[in-house]
């Protein structure tokens, strides 16, 4: 994280991409992963105008699990779990691993919906 200005309020800050990082929470990147797998279910619910209800049966699981993913309260589950889920939606996952680009860092997740 760098400081990017000063200010009246507080010191503004850039970002490292990784909001968990820049709190510096343990597991950052897991964490970073399940938040957008959460995002893309919640997106993939919406476009397609499931209620939870409909989207638990969809997904396997039940609706306060839909509820919980959707509201970020994402502790209980894995990102197995969640991959899984969107699986069951009928989303493809693709993983493509490949080297770092430095040796000073520990490597990254990206995650896109296409």
């Known amino acids: 994280m760098q400081l990017l200005t000063e200010g009246e309020e507080g010191t503004v800050f850039f970002g490292s991409g ?44 039940d609706q306060p699990k839909v509820s919980k993913i959707i509201r970020g309260r994402l502790s209980e589950f894995s990102t197995e779990w969640l991959l899984s889920r969107v699986l069951n939606m009928g989303l493809n996952v693709d993983i493509l691993i490949h080297t770092k680009a430095t040796e000073n860092r520990s490597g990254t997740i990206s995650i896109a919906c296409v």
């Open 18 to 61: 990784n909001v968990f990082a820049d709190m510096d929470l343990p597991n950052p990147e897991e964490r970073l992963t399940k938040a957008k797998l959460a995002s893309t279910i919640h997106e993939i619910i919406q476009s397609q105008g499931l209620t939870q209800q409909q989207a638990a049966e969809l997904m396997g699981t």
